[in-house]
């Protein structure tokens, strides 16, 4: 099997939470891999830069705003894409939301929904628009989910994220049995990395070391690194890895 397995030459990608952090970091590498990218985020602020880089290093992107938290919203970013790229092959289910650290018990349920409305339903609402339009076309496709090590372990303190998380994992599973063969869906399990979500944690001294105690690597990834599993699960390197959950942690979950 040749390298040309991996490329991602002709296909257009679509990334939600693509202007930083791991989305970012996957729309530039799937450019690299030859895909057209187009990276999508609730707000404009720092679409450009990413879509910067990808034309610096010779692809092509354009920037597009998407809540994924509406319906209407998510349509129009996939008819803008169609529009000047033609018919998505690859999405990215990257968006995703952590605001509470703490104890479940003073959680409420706001904050509860909130994160699954973006984490898990978001994630649902593009997988959904993206497989209909692909039924359309009679064509085949891929869905990357970015879940988390907490889709597949529980994490102290972030309940409603890693319960969403856990969402997306069973999400992926049960996609890629429905959905098959015409669309794989696979997910990735990223551990701690180097991001604005774990920034609060990076600068927590105590904290910090404490997690790199659990993690055999002793560090957090660059978002680099989870960024090369998701090309090889959206290229043709890939066409029989379905349902598959790519635990990319540094050894976090295996102690």
Not at 38 to 58: H, K, M, N, Y
Not at 77 to 106: H, I, M, Q, S, W
Not at 190 to 217: C, M, W
């Amino acid at each position: 099997m040749g390298l040309e397995r991996f490329s991602l030459e002709g296909s257009v990608a679509v990334v939600t939470g693509g202007s930083r952090g791991i989305g970012e970091a996957i729309a530039v590498e799937m450019a690299e891999a030859g895909a057209t990218v187009v990276p999508v985020a609730r707000s404009a602020d720092d679409l450009d830069e990413t879509v910067g880089r990808i034309e610096s290093a010779g692809g092509e992107a354009i920037a597009c705003t998407m809540d994924v938290t509406d319906a209407e919203s998510v349509a129009a970013a996939f008819d803008r894409t169609e529009a000047e790229f033609g018919p998505v092959d690859v999405l990215v289910n990257n968006a995703g939301t952590n605001p509470y650290f703490g104890n479940a018990r003073k959680l409420d349920i706001d904050t509860w929904e909130h994160i699954f409305a973006v984490n898990a339903t978001g994630a649902f609402r593009c997988a959904r628009e993206f497989a209909r339009r692909i039924d359309e076309r009679e064509e085949t496709g891929v869905v990357v989910n970015v879940a988390s090590v907490g889709g597949v372990l529980g994490l102290p303190y972030q309940t409603p994220y890693s319960a969403s998380k856990h969402a997306m994992v069973g999400m992926t599973r049960t996609l890629a049995i429905e959905w098959a063969p015409d669309i794989r869906v696979n997910a990735l399990a990223p551990g701690y990395v180097k991001t604005e979500f774990t920034k609060g944690v990076r600068e927590n001294e105590s904290i910090h070391e404490d997690l790199l105690a659990e993690i055999p690597q002793d560090r957090f990834a660059d978002p680099e690194e989870i960024a090369g599993a998701a090309v090889y699960l959206a290229s043709d390197a890939a066409t029989y890895a379905t349902g598959e959950i790519h635990v990319v942690d540094g050894g976090y979950a295996s102690k």
